[in-house]
């Protein structure tokens, strides 16, 4: 038998708590069984040129497999870099995480062996080519419920590009006095939000349900969307889904106890809203679904403010009548 291991440069960097650091865990990718490492950390580390300070460190493994980034890289928070750190004294409570280790347990003979000039060997074939498609595909799933869990934007096939405004344009003037020099744009469009960290705890589950190919429930998905374009500052797209996550919640408690007054087989947001036997927020109408229906009957633009409400009312719909269950 063969230990493979894999160094995973995540599409995404993901925000634990310090509990999660210098952990294993034991998941299965497709029908393998692997021990997945997060990177550790350490105080007073000579890049940060302080001894308060704290970096992100590799996880202590038998053999390092270098990244395809590494040219790229100046070393510094290529593991993940600490975040909210505090002193007196020094510590700190969350990190970013943006590479992993994993292990595999191989037959030797499904490893074919690549000659170097060195002496060395790569190892490839038919089973190494399938771990370069299954990784992904494995993290793909526990990003969506990290997503879902915690709030973070993991909508990785619609990254966030952060730009300056007025990018590709220079100015000069000429004057009297001669030419100016040049103008370039130094303002940045800047999206911020403050998601919640994976704890040990959560972390442990997203682990589960990754390992087992399951996936949140539909609602959970359409928040998670929601949230997703409302950073993007798309936020009719973020209206239309955050109330979709509502209506999904509210049609499947509708059709385990029919509510009052609603007859039509497939009642509107609207009248599911006007006659839900549960208590929603004061303003899910107004705020929820007049403004889903301005935004798909009549193509209303909407602002950061209003989509940023209809998606905290979907939360708190959301997370009261289906909370996300990772057992």
């Known amino acids: 038998m063969l230990r493979v291991f894999a160094r995973y440069d995540l599409p995404t960097s993901i925000k634990v708590t310090r509990g999660c650091l210098g952990k294993t865990f034991a998941a299965r990718v497709a029908d393998r069984h692997v021990r997945v490492s997060f990177p550790g950390w350490k105080q007073g580390d000579d890049a940060w040129r302080r001894r308060d300070g704290f970096a992100i460190i590799p996880p202590e493994v038998d053999l390092l497999p270098q990244s395809p ?14 975040t909210e750190s505090l002193t007196d004294p020094p510590r700190f409570r969350t990190a970013w995480v943006s590479c992993l280790m994993l292990e595999f347990v191989v037959r030797d003979g499904l490893i074919e062996r690549r000659a170097q000039r060195s002496g060395q060997w790569d190892p490839t ?9 299954e990784v992904p595909v494995w993290f793909d799933n526990a990003l969506i419920w990290i997503g879902a869990a915690t709030g973070q934007d993991t909508l990785i096939d619609n990254p966030i590009h952060r730009r300056a405004w007025g990018e590709g344009l220079s100015f ?38 990754s390992s087992a190919a399951r996936v949140p429930p539909d609602a959970h998905l359409f928040l998670r969307d929601a949230r997703g374009e409302l950073l993007r500052g798309r936020f009719r797209r973020s209206v239309v889904d955050a109330a979709t996550s509502v209506e999904l919640v509210l049609a499947r408690l509708h059709s385990r106890h029919p509510f009052p007054g609603v007859s039509h087989p497939r009642p509107t947001l609207g009248l599911l809203v006007d006659h839900a036997t549960v208590a929603l927020p004061s303003d899910t109408r107004p705020s929820l679904v007049e ?21 905290e009312i979907a939360r708190q719909i959301v997370t009261q009548l289906e909370p996300l269950v990772m057992d």
Do not use: Y
């Open 125 to 133: 074939g038919p089973e190494i080519d399938a771990l370069f498609e």
């Open 291 to 311: 403004c889903r229906n301005d935004a798909i009957h009549r193509g209303a633009q909407m602002g950061r403010m209003t989509a940023s409400r209809a998606v």
């Open 172 to 209: 000069r003037a000429l004057a009297d006095e001669g030419p100016s020099g040049t103008t370039w744009p130094n303002r940045m469009e800047m999206q911020t939000s403050r998601p919640a960290p994976l704890t040990l705890a959560v972390l442990r589950r997203v682990m589960k349900m």
């Open 69 to 82: 980034n590494d040219r790229e890289r100046l070393g510094d928070g290529e593991w993940g870099r600490v």
